[in-house]
């Protein structure tokens, strides 16, 4: 496995010690209803600009409903090239 599972105070500490970048996978809709202040919205319109334009060695912490989603995308940035790729266990559910 070529990310790294974290749980929220990891991911918190990445945040506010680090330039990492949060990646929020669920809906636009359940994303603009309520989203982490630092998050964006990754969609599958959306990712090709963010393959294109972000640095493959900046950490990126990936966030779905629960923690499941997060995996399989978390994966595929891996297979993308990012060195530093983090799926948040229990999702935006249990981070809220």
């Not at 496995?1 to 990492?20: C, P, R």
Request: net charge negative; hydrophobic share 35%.
């Amino acid at each position: 496995m070529a990310f790294k599972h974290i749980d929220y105070s990891q991911a918190e500490e990445l945040l506010s010690n680090h330039h990492a970048i949060l990646v929020d996978i669920r809906d636009e809709e359940s994303f603009n209803l309520s989203h982490h202040e630092r998050a964006i919205n990754l969609s599958q319109w959306s990712l090709p600009q963010f393959l294109f334009e972000t640095d493959r060695d900046m950490p990126v912490l990936v966030l779905c409903y629960h923690g499941n989603s997060s995996q399989t995308i978390a994966e595929f940035l891996s297979q993308q090239g990012f060195q530093h790729v983090h799926s948040i266990d229990g999702g935006y559910e249990g981070w809220k």
